[in-house]
């Protein structure tokens, strides 16, 4: 296995991911606009020798803050300044693409597709959720099952009800980016938990798990981890 071309790859799909983040976030004027702003005038006129790629830095940076999960690169990919290893002029066609302010559901689709996460997923299956129950979504599908329950009730409280157990960093940064989609600020209810040692180790019951059947976790097994809960593989 090539490690640098591997890194560089994944460099280029989480900073096109979180790219259509920032553009759709300002389209929907939930965030200040710098890269819709009309010729990016402000970049303009204060970037002297930096590159665009050196403006996604900062507003990721700035992001961060409020939403560590997908935004802080390092912690997300590891390394230092992962968003330097992209092109510039891969940067600059990212950007200069349409912003993203179509229906919510496509998003995510579209963000799962890019982070090469299966988007075929019996979401008609799943029950009507509660706001006192708790819900586990098994590693596989990065929140998007967590996604479509709160389209079909937005109200849900996302920390209270859901915990998003994810197996890899494109897991994990789509859950995070259906955090930030949902205007979910601070660490989001999701985790590196391959193997679902965390989960197990709550002391609060879950009413529900769900995931899709990757042949991981047997429905037996699931069972007997979490025997208060009703188990569901789509």
């Keep these: 296995m090539d490690l640098q071309a591997d890194t560089a790859r994944h460099a280029l799909v989480y900073t096109e991911a979180v790219i259509r983040a920032l553009l759709r976030e300002e389209a929907r004027d939930r965030r200040p606009k710098r890269l819709l702003e009309a010729g990016r005038a402000t970049w303009t006129q204060f970037r002297g020798r930096l590159t665009d790629a050196a403006l996604v830095e900062i507003l990721l940076e700035d992001a961060a803050v409020a939403q560590p999960v997908p935004f802080d690169a390092s912690r997300m990919l590891g390394g230092d300044r992962p968003v330097q290893r992209v092109p510039v002029d891969r940067v600059r066609g990212w950007l200069d693409a349409s912003a993203l302010d179509g229906p919510?559901?496509?998003?995510?689709?579209?963000?799962?597709?890019?982070?090469g996460l299966p988007t075929r997923l019996g979401r008609s299956d799943l029950p009507v959720i509660k706001a006192h129950q708790r819900v586990l979504e098994l590693p596989g599908t990065g929140g998007q099952l967590t996604h479509h329950l709160l389209e079909v009730d937005p109200d849900l409280p996302?920390?209270?009800?859901?915990?998003?157990?994810?197996?890899?960093?494109?897991?994990?940064?789509?859950a995070g980016l259906v955090c930030v989609e949902k205007g979910l600020l601070g660490e989001p209810p999701a985790s590196l938990d391959p193997m679902l040692e965390a989960a197990r180790a709550q002391t609060r019951a879950f009413d529900f798990v769900f995931g899709a059947d990757t042949g991981i976790f047997s429905q037996g097994q699931l069972a007997s981890w979490f025997p208060h809960a009703r188990v569901m593989l789509v």
Excluded: H, M, N
């Excluded at 915990?163 to 789509?174: K, N, R, V, Y």
């Design 158 to 174: 996302i920390r209270e009800v859901f915990t998003i157990a994810c197996g890899s960093w494109q897991e994990l940064a789509l």
């Design 104 to 115: 919510s559901p496509d998003y995510i689709a579209a963000q799962a597709k890019l982070l």
